[in-house]
């Protein structure tokens, strides 16, 4: 009776498997249209100087709309493109996008510094990649330093010799480079202190007990604190509310990112944005001017 209720478990796994194959089979080939037919997008979102209100920079991130599928999360179509041999491609599409995007906003005159993007840590093996960076920057006529490449921390745990030097030769060129979701994975300060980067995210996942857990709070704080000694700027992303805002600068976390300036956005919404904040701090600050006088 057992053995019999074990083989239709089994059977009802192994088609379940099937299944999932398919899915997965299906999804990769509607991603590599997707790629092919510029599906794709970027959505841009603003980091705000916690200083004094300017922009720090603005990060790409990635839209996948499909007809069938409807909207898909870059935390299901990044991980399937990894496995799939389609993160190569991504990775060279998104710097274009966005360095083309950045070059499209000088033009027009819009004053933003430096544009972040996203990399799977298998962009990192690719010993081509500084090369194509620096082609695509040259083609755009962009300084190196308004480029900022991010890498998940995880990347750090099973780092390979090829990772790193990449890195440095990013660094060397002028490239920024970012630790991403910076507290969720396990690397130890000592390693922190060897990477060539110019920035730590302190991922998004701290901001949500930050105000009322005091164990979160006092890692938060001495997350800036290792960035200050470092030298290296932190960015708190997932900023969601006022008292956190507060909490971050008195802290002195150099800038933040979240739904509480804006939301990610299309390159058009990003500017219209822009515009209009930039236009608000103006009066901001004429106002203060005023009372001063
Ligand atoms: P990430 O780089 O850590 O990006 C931050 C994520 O938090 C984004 O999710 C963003 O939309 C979201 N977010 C921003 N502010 C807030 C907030 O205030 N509250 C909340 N709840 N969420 C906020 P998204 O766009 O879904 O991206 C998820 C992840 O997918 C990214 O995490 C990044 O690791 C990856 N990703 C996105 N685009 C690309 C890409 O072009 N290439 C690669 N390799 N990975 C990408
Ligand atoms: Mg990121
Ligand atoms: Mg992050
Ligand atoms: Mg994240």
């Keep these: 009776k057992a053995k019999r209720a074990g083989r239709a478990t089994y059977r009802f796994f192994s088609a379940d498997i099937d299944k999932l194959a398919e899915e997965r089979l299906m999804h990769s080939t509607a991603l590599r249209e997707a790629i092919a037919s510029e599906a794709l997008t970027l959505n841009y979102q603003p980091q705000i100087c916690t200083r004094n209100g300017a922009i720090h920079g603005v990060e790409a991130l990635a839209r996948w709309h499909d007809p069938v599928l409807g909207e898909v999360s870059p935390s299901k179509f990044i991980p399937l493109a990894e496995e799939c041999g389609l993160i190569e491609q991504i990775g060279v599409w998104s710097i274009k996008q966005a360095c083309q995007q950045m070059a499209s906003w000088r033009?027009?005159?819009?004053?933003?510094?430096?544009?972040?993007?996203?990399?799977?840590?298998?962009?990192?093996?690719?010993?081509?990649?500084?090369?194509?960076?620096?082609?695509?920057?040259?083609?755009?006529?962009?300084p190196a330093k308004m480029l900022m490449l991010e890498i998940t921390e995880g990347v750090i745990l099973n780092e390979r010799a090829t990772v790193i030097a990449t890195m440095s030769e990013l660094r060397n060129m002028g490239v920024g480079l970012s630790l991403d979701d910076f507290g969720?994975?396990?690397?130890?300060?000592?390693?922190?202190?060897?990477?060539?980067?110019?920035?730590?995210?302190?991922?998004?996942?701290?901001?949500?007990?930050f105000e009322n857990d005091q164990g979160t709070r006092a890692i938060v704080t001495a997350v800036v604190r290792v960035g200050q000694s470092l030298d290296v700027k932190v960015v708190a992303e997932g900023v969601e509310t006022e008292p956190q805002r507060r909490l971050l600068a008195e802290l002195g976390c150099d800038a933040m990112q979240g739904f509480l300036f804006a939301r990610p956005m299309a390159a058009a919404a990003f500017s219209r944005w822009l515009l209009d904040y930039s236009a608000h701090r103006a009066s901001l600050m004429l106002r203060q001017v005023g009372r001063a006088l």
């Excluded at 840590?121 to 960076?133: E, K, R, S, T």
């Excluded at 690397?187 to 901001?207: C, G, N, T, V, Y």
Aim: glycine share 4%.
């Design 107 to 142: 033009r027009a005159g819009l004053d933003i510094p430096c544009i972040s993007v996203n990399l799977s840590p298998i962009n990192f093996q690719n010993v081509n990649l500084a090369a194509v960076v620096a082609q695509i920057l040259a083609a755009n006529d962009l």
């Design 184 to 209: 969720t994975g396990y690397s130890s300060l000592s390693r922190l202190a060897q990477l060539p980067i110019h920035e730590l995210k302190i991922d998004r996942s701290f901001m949500r007990d």
